[in-house]
């Protein structure tokens, strides 16, 4: 019996391989496409965004709206303010207004502190410890920025 062996051919590179390969493809010409549709392409061009996001200064937690230089201490509670909802009026000193994780924080608050952090009786807050300036608070913008490049295009060709 015998047996032909078959010619040996030298392997390809990688290098080699991928020229190859990248000398036979195709570019697919750009289109829009709703977000929805965009899973596994590419961007061809930078994304910018329309708006901040969010687009307003919001709470990051359930708890009370205040102004850090009230803390510590014990203050009364004026207001309740519902997620995405503004306040009816401004903070003052002296006073905090309870807040949902959404909500809008009021003007003259400078931080949220969540529920667990203080101690509630009769429409009272008790903040044990001082709360730093921009604590629990999404500032507009934090997430995305209008008119900023938020997603670079892919490089190629």
Do not use: C, W
């Amino acid at each position: 019996m015998s047996v032909m062996k078959a010619p040996v051919r030298d392997l390809l590179s990688i290098e080699e391989a991928q020229e190859l390969v990248l000398e036979r493809v195709v570019r697919l010409p750009d289109e829009t496409v709703p977000v929805e549709a965009a899973v596994g392409r590419v961007l061809t061009e930078p994304a910018t965004a329309a708006i901040d996001l969010p687009t307003f200064d919001s709470s990051a937690m359930d708890g009370f709206a205040l102004r850090t230089e009230d803390t510590p201490g014990t203050l009364p509670v004026r207001f309740r303010i519902a997620a995405g909802s503004p306040a009816k009026r401004t903070l003052e000193p002296g006073e905090a207004m309870g807040i949902a994780t959404g909500a809008v924080v009021p003007d003259g608050a400078d931080a949220v502190i969540p529920l667990e952090y203080v101690v509630e009786h009769d429409n009272t807050i008790e903040v044990p410890e001082a709360v730093s300036r921009g604590a629990s608070i999404r500032a507009i913008g934090g997430d995305l920025r209008r008119r900023r490049t938020n997603l670079r295009a892919t490089q190629g060709e």
